[in-house]
C-alpha cells in the first residue's frame, strides 16, 4: 500500500499547540509521535488583523516543550496556523490565470488591509476551482517570529483549515450524496459542503461558545447543505479539537455525524479526528 | 504541485537549465511581443481618435435630449422618480447588473440617478479586455438596460474603466 513519508507538523490554536510526525496512506494516518501542550488563555487570540501572539513568551515555551516531547531538533517543521486568521473563497478560476492572481483580483479589493500586505496561497480543486486563502503579512509574521524564537526550524507554512480540506476531499464519500464537513478550530470553524468531490459550498465563521453551540453548528450544518442546493439529510464529518465530544453529543440528541478520518494504526495516544492538522501529510 | 507555503519568506531554490531555458526563450517572446505592441500601438491611436470624434457627437446629443427633459413640468418629474423607485429598488437594478457580469468582472462603483429615465453609471475593473468587452456586449443585449455608453478606459494591468446606461424597469 503506498504511504508518504512521515512528516513533522506543528499547529498553534489558541488553546493549545499540537505536533507531531505523521504519514498518510489510503487506510488514513500515521501518527508516528504526538504531543500537546497548553497555552494559557489569552497568550494566543486567532484573529485577521490584529497581531496574534499577544504573549510570546509563553508561547514560546510551549513550542520548545513540544518541540522536546516529540524530539524535533533541527528537522524543518510545517507550521500549521489556526482558523479564524484567514479570509477563505471559493473560486472558479478562468483556464488563463493561475488562482493566486485571481484572488488578487476577485478576493484582494475587499480586504481592509492594503493589497501587499495579503500572503495568499491556494489549494486546487477540480473542475478548475480553486479555495483561495488571505492572511495578513503582518499576523503570519508574528506566528513564524515566535517559532524562530522557540528554536524551530520552519519548513513551509500552512493553514489548518486547509490542511483538513485536503486531506477530506482525498476520501468524499458516496457521489450520489452531499457531504458536509465540520472543520473545528479553537476560534473558528469552516463548513465545507461537496458531491462527488466538487466542493459546492465553504463557510468560514467564528465560534460562539456556549451551552447551545452544539445546537447552532448543527443549524449551520443544515445551512451548508441548503446553501450547497440539499438541505435533506447530509452525511456530516467533523475533524477538530473536541470532535468527538461533538460527536457524541450530537449522537446523545439524535444527531447523525462521524469522525472525518480515522488512525490506520493505533496512534500515539491521539485520536486522529481531534487533530484537523492531520490533513496537511497528504498535501 | 508545489505544496501550500502562506510563509513571508517563502524557500527558494537554485534554477535549473530547463528554467534558463525558458528564461531565454521568454525574452526572445519579449522582444517579438514589443515589436508587434508597435505596430498595435499605431493602429489603436487611429481607432481612439474616430472613437473620440464619436463620443463627442453622442455628448452633444445627450446634452440636447437633458435639456429638452428639463424642461418638463416639475410635478412630473417628481412623480415619474417615485413611480421609478416602487418599479426599480436599486437591489432590483443591482441584480440586473451582477446577473450580466462575467466572473473576471468587478464593480467598484454604483450610482443610481432616479430621473426619467432612471441612469446607471458604474465604475467597472475588469481582469482582462475580454471579459470587459463580454461585460459590454451583454450589457447591450440586455432589454433592461440601453443607451450603454462606455468611458474612457485605463488599460494599466487591469482594465479600469466607467459605463454610463439607462435602466428600463420592467
Partial sequence: MRRSRPRLFVALDAGSVSGGAVAWSAAGFRLASHARVPLPEGALVPAPFAPNVVRPAEVADALRELARTLRIGAAPVCLLLPDGIARLARLEVPADVTPQQYARFRIVPGLPYPAEEAVIDVLPLAGGRAVVAAVRRAVVEGYEAVAAQSGLAQDRLDLTPLAALSGLLRDPGDARALTVDVILGDAAFCLAAHQGGALRALRNRRRDPGPDEDRRLAEEVQRTAFLAGDGAGPRVRVVGDGAGDLLARWRHTGGAAEPGWRSAEPSAGAEASELAWLGGAVA | ?170
Fill in chain 2, 1 to 170: 504541485m508545489t505544496e501550500r507555503d502562506f510563509s513571508t519568506r517563502p524557500r527558494r531554490r537554485a534554477a535549473r537549465p530547463l528554467d534558463l531555458a525558458l528564461l531565454a526563450v521568454g525574452a526572445a517572446a519579449l522582444l517579438l511581443s514589443a515589436y508587434a505592441t508597435v505596430n498595435a500601438w499605431n493602429g489603436r491611436q487611429r481607432a481612439r481618435a474616430r472613437v473620440e470624434e464619436t463620443r463627442n457627437e453622442l455628448q452633444a446629443a445627450q446634452s440636447r435630449v437633458r435639456e429638452l427633459e428639463a424642461q418638463r413640468e416639475p410635478a412630473q418629474a417628481v412623480a415619474y422618480q417615485a413611480l421609478l423607485t416602487v418599479e426599480a429598488p436599486p437591489p432590483s437594478v443591482l441584480a440586473d447588473l451582477v446577473a450580466l457580469m462575467p466572473g473576471d468582472v468587478r464593480l467598484d462603483a454604483v450610482n443610481l440617478s432616479y430621473g426619467e429615465p432612471l441612469g446607471v453609471r458604474v465604475d467597472v475593473v475588469a481582469r482582462n479586455a475580454p471579459a470587459y468587452d463580454l461585460f459590454l456586449d451583454r450589457l447591450q443585449r440586455s432589454p433592461r438596460f440601453a443607451d450603454v455608453l462606455p468611458g474612457d478606459e485605463n488599460r494599466d494591468g487591469e482594465l479600469r474603466t466607467s459605463i454610463q446606461m439607462t435602466y428600463r424597469p420592467r
